[in-house]
């Protein structure tokens, strides 16, 4: 049962740095720091923005429209806190 607790942690670990990669390159791109256009720019976006969208997506649906303000990644760092409070207090 450790093992599985562990092998949770990890992705759990794996998850929050990609979405701290995809806040950041957002916010990169977004200051014109990096160019969306340039093929390796382009690919990394694309590749974190399907890794996270079906995350993302679900998390959009049910709040509220604040225009530019992105509130997903936020809320799914509060959902994996939880989430690890939970197996820390569980197992």
């Known amino acids: 049962m450790i093992s599985i607790v562990q ?25 014109g720091v ?9 690919a990394i ?5 399907r890794l996270l969208d079906p995350f993302y ?8 429209n604040t225009g530019a303000l992105d509130l997903a990644p936020l809320v799914l760092f509060i959902g994996i806190i939880i989430l690890r409070i939970l197996i820390a207090n569980n197992f």
Do not use: E
């Open 7 to 31: 092998i949770v942690n990890l992705l759990l670990d794996l998850l929050t740095y990609v979405i701290v990669a995809h806040v950041i390159m957002s916010w990169l791109v977004g200051f």
């Open 57 to 64: 997506s679900r998390i959009r649906q049910l709040l509220p």
């Open 34 to 42: 990096l160019n969306p256009r340039q093929p390796v720019v382009a």
């Open 45 to 49: 976006w694309d590749g974190l923005n």
